[in-house]
């Protein structure tokens, strides 16, 4: 299975932007990217996928290298509600089901 | 609404006594998969439903059992939980398996063994 590699931890000022990078060096053709974030106590919750173009939605936005080996993951305005594990996860189109493998993620913190 | 229900969000058990744990979905999705979360770990998975099919992760212990009697339902047997079993498990379901849909977890339930 393919890797991630993401920084232990993040701080960010609130209403700030935060960029939470993930390499993903040995990434395949037919690799989703994918983010979910845990926040205390809940289980995890899905935020974002991309195949290659950058793509936006209600909580994120997805900007996707062209090489496709590093993606980040865009706050627009950091809240306290945000303060949370973050996982980048690579999710094959092809294999199935047994893909959804977590790494150890980015643990950010938000700063009132 | 909740769409992945686990239940209990609590648990306590004795040492070596079985439990069950249960996860529902009102999401119809055909795959449901079991992931055990240690203190400050990431989830780990155990095994995952693909419809009927039942998959085992390589390295999860002959101790954790799975039943999927029918799409909405999906449960967790431990059957001689030791102290090491205490954890958060999470339930999660997918559409497909393929990497274009994404996943969806319930709250978990933690469990403590005394």
């Known amino acids: 299975d393919a890797k991630t590699t993401q920084p232990n931890s993040m701080e960010s000022n609130e209403e700030e932007p935060v960029h939470l990078p993930c390499n993903h060096s040995?990434?395949?053709?037919?690799?989703?990217i994918h983010w979910y974030r845990q926040l205390p106590s809940q289980g995890p919750e899905y935020v974002i996928h991309g195949l290659t173009s950058n793509v936006n939605n209600r909580m994120a936005s997805l900007a996707i290298a062209e090489d496709r080996k590093s993606s980040t993951l865009i706050l627009h305005r950091a809240t306290l509600r945000d303060a949370a594990v973050y996982y980048c996860?690579?999710?094959?189109?092809?294999?199935?089901?047994?893909?959804?493998?977590f790494g150890t993620g980015t643990r950010l913190t938000v700063i009132p | 609404d909740a769409m992945v229900i686990q239940n209990p969000r609590y648990q306590v058990t004795q040492f070596g006594k079985p439990v069950t744990l249960s996860c529902s979905q009102t999401?119809?999705?055909?795959?449901m998969y079991w992931y055990q979360q240690k203190s400050s770990q990431a989830p780990k998975l155990l095994f995952h439903?693909?419809?009927?099919?039942?998959?085992n992760e390589a390295d999860t212990p002959d101790n954790f059992q799975s039943r999927r009697p029918n799409t909405s339902f999906c449960f967790l047997d431990i059957r001689s939980p030791g102290l090491g079993d205490a954890a958060m498990y999470l339930c999660?379901?997918?559409?497909?398996?393929?990497?274009?849909?994404?996943?969806?977890f319930g709250q978990g339930t933690r469990l403590t063994v005394v």
């Open positions: 999401l119809n999705h055909n795959v």
């Open positions: 999660a379901t997918s559409r497909e398996p393929q990497g274009h849909t994404e996943a969806f």
């Open positions: 040995t990434i395949s053709g037919t690799d989703y």
């Open positions: 439903y693909y419809d009927k099919d039942f998959n």
């Open positions: 996860i690579l999710r094959d189109r092809a294999t199935g089901a047994n893909n959804l493998f």
